[in-house]
Every structure is written in C-alpha cells, then in structure tokens.
DNA sequence: AATAAATATTTGTATATACAAATAAAGATG
DNA sequence: CATCTTTATTTGTATATACAAATATTTATT
C-alpha cells in the first residue's frame, strides 16, 4: 500500500516514520556492499575528515546519543574500520589505513545513493524537500 | 546542534531520520501517559476501527512488516488491550473494552500530540509537509 | 485425490537506537 | 588541598524494527 493511501497519510508520525524507513533501505543497499550500514559509514566519514575526533563532538554532528556513538564505534572498531586512543576522560577517534582505501569506495556508495534518489524526485526537488525537512527539523523541541 | 548546522544537513538519509527520530520522541510524549508507543497506539486505533482486523491488513495500512506487526500485537496481547482469534490461517484482532474504554485517551493524545506540532510548524505548514512527504514516499521504490 | 504452489502468520535472530546508571576524569569552590 | 560539581564516555537494559526461515493453511494442478 502506498502511503497517500494510508488513513494515516496526514499524520505526521507516521509519514515521518513511513519515509525514514524507506530511505534508509535506499541507503542500506546503496552501502550494503561495503560491509557496514549507513549510520557506521556517516559517523566513519566524519572520522575520516576529523582524525581524533571526540565521542561528543561525532554525538553532535551525527544528532545520535553518546551511547548510540559509542555503540556504532564499537562495531567500525571490530572490523578494524576505526580505533580508539583514550587520553584522560576523553577518546579521540581515528580511522584505520583499511577504512582509508575504501574512501573511493564509500564516495561511489554515497553518489549511488544521491543518483538514485534525485533520478526519482528530480535533483532540485530532493535538495529542496532535504532542506525543508532540515529546517523543520530545527524548529522542533 | 542544529540539523542545518550539521555536514549532512544536505544528505536525504540524514536529515530524514533525524526528523523521524524527533517526530518519534514528541509523539511518544504525548503517548506515554497511556502506557503504550506511537506505533502500538495506531495499530491499536486501526484495530478499534475495524474489529476483526487481519495482521497482513494491518501492515499494509501501517506499512510496517507482518513480522513487526505480530510483535505489536503480543504487547498489545499482554497489556489486555487486544485478543486475537485463530481462524485457520488467517488471525483477527479485535480491541478489548479495556481499549475501548481508552479511546478518549487516545483522541486526547492524538489532539495533544497534533497541535504541538501545528504550533511550532503552522498548521497550514505541517499539512503541506506531512502531504509532500506522503508523496515522496510513494515515488521511493 | 494427491501433490504442488501460494498465502498468512509466527518465530528466531539481528540491528539501530535510546534512557538511565555507572565510571572516570577535570575543573571549581570552600 | 579536599571536596563538590561538571563533563566525557561507557555499560546495562529495553525498544522498535526487519529479514529469513519455519509453520500452517488454503488453493491450484495434474
């Protein structure tokens, strides 16, 4: 059933929700290939801009919670993507010279992803819907 | 941070399950008091409104998968707010009083939950956006 | 009628996420 | 300097969701 068809179609919880989730498989078969989900590929790609990057700093960007980033870091460190070097109460977060080589690899995954999204909703209406949502989600508590 | 401040505040997978998840927690505000999540609660709701209900119906309305549907119905099960009846191979769902006794509950956290966000976004805005992402959805494979 | 195919549902298992509590370190205050 | 408070991170636990496989039932086909 599509969701316009939905009795729920005006409901904002639920269309949100109904919307996440297909985009996020989108996303999942775009990065499938890699190994890793798109949640671990975002927070690993900031690692990469960001080498040492902080657990509360990658909280931030990513709008997870700390545990949350804990977790996801977890994971990217199990299959030698990142490591971890505590220095007092902080950790900073580097990637591995394995996560460095796919960097070509992930870039194909993310224009994968944008190319197909954009060939659906057309290049100026996904930019546009992104940034609306973007905005909305700021005014929200 | 804001989601506009973030490096993916440009990227659809982002910003659509940062706004889910925001949407997610401020419906579960006006939820809670009832003891039950946005999404057992609209399950529920399609449940009140046609009693007898089959699961496969209910993830196609919800657009959820059946296995999500059946966990839903357990919990449901277990608080003694829905029963199911066997019927070969085919399930029905039916609320119990204790639901229906609930209902004005639930209109009220429909309500609650409803006008924050028409407060915050324009009532006229939120509609517009919630229908936009409706149609979106439906153009995502 | 017997077997094969399709359908409906549940179960086993895995994932991403969050909240609350625990831990640990740093900074502030008396 | 000793204690208190704040900050950073992790851990324990719980939730919603999905996929794949199992189960059970109905329908179709030979």
Chains 1, 2 share one sequence.
């Not at 080498?51 to 960007?61: C, D, I, K, M, S």
């Amino acid at each position: 059933m599509k969701t316009s068809e939905s009795r729920y179609r005006q409901c904002l919880y639920f269309t949100s929700n109904a919307f996440a989730r297909k985009v996020e498989k989108l996303a999942l078969h775009y990065w499938k290939p890699l190994g890793f989900s798109p949640s671990h590929a975002y927070l690993l790609m900031v690692v990469l801009q960001e080498p040492g990057v902080q657990p509360t700093r990658l909280a931030n960007e990513l709008q997870l919670t700390p545990s949350t980033i804990t977790r996801l870091i977890e994971k990217l460190e199990e299959q030698a993507l990142v490591t971890r070097v505590l220095d007092g109460k902080t950790t900073m977060v580097y990637a591995t010279d394995k996560a460095k080589a796919l960097l070509p690899d992930m870039q194909a995954a993310i224009d994968g992803f944008y190319t197909a999204y954009s060939k659906i909703l057309g290049p100026e209406a996904s930019c546009a819907l992104t940034q609306q949502i973007a905005t909305v989600a700021d005014a929200l508590p």
